[in-house]
T-cell receptor
């Protein structure tokens, strides 16, 4: 059983559509991060959120940390083929260094 | 920005042999390094956490005698897969942090291990 569950697991959409990926847990995290990973490469950090209720925007990507710091969401507006990849949330528990990854969401944006 | 170099990027070895993977922080001193394993189409699973100069802490279900981790300096951690078998074939990724996670985590580019 993984600490962080992501949904959906797979998502295939048309270019221009909007989408939301969810990352849920029963644990409280001191910080939560979102990564994107391309095949054969390490994950690349997109954003870090640390405050409950925090919202961060990165161009067409909007990240939100839940008020209780147990969940997070990633919303992409007007998806583009370049957004295709594996999206991973990852959380650090309070007082710990370890970063635990979510189950992952594989996004495919069709031109 | 912080850079972590992982080497080799891919390796093929015969069953029964051992393989060493290196993870180096190039422009910062990493107090803590992490090793992850990733199966095809799956997420990253934390294998162990290593702090410089001390024994690694392994996650439940990870054999410490199978996956030897050495963190001899603040810039280098190694993972040795001993007596490799085909089921050890996977994508191994290291990560490094200055400490407490709040300084951020930097990931290596991964090592694709294939055991034949």
């Amino acid at each position: 059983t993984q600490l962080l569950e992501q949904s959906p697991q797979f998502l295939s959409i048309q270019e221009g559509e909007n989408l939301t990926v969810y990352c849920n847990s029963s644990s409280v995290f001191s910080s939560l991060q979102w990564y994107r990973q391309e095949p054969g490469e390490g994950p690349v950090l997109l954003v870090t959120v640390v405050t409950g209720g925090e919202v961060k925007k990165l161009k067409r990507l909007t990240f939100q940390f839940g008020d209780a710091r147990k969940d997070s969401s990633l919303h992409i507006t007007a998806a583009q083929p370049g957004d295709t990849g594996l999206y991973l949330c990852a959380g650090a528990l309070a007082g710990a260094n370890n970063l635990f990854f979510g189950t992952g969401t594989r996004l495919t944006v069709i031109p | 920005g912080a850079v972590v170099s992982q080497h080799p990027s891919w390796v093929i070895c015969k069953s029964g042999t051992s393989v060493k993977i290196e993870c180096r922080s190039l422009d910062f001193q990493a107090t803590t390094m992490f090793w992850y394993r990733q199966f095809p189409k799956q997420s990253l699973m934390l294998m162990a956490t290593s702090n410089e100069g001390s024994k690694a802490t392994y996650e439940q279900g990870v054999e410490k005698d199978k996956f030897l981790i050495n963190h001899a300096s603040l810039t280098l951690s190694t993972l040795t897969v001993t007596s490799a078998h085909p089921e050890d074939s996977s994508f191994y990724i290291c990560s490094a942090t200055l400490g407490q996670g709040r300084y951020g985590y930097t990931f290596g580019s991964g090592t694709r291990l294939t055991v034949v």
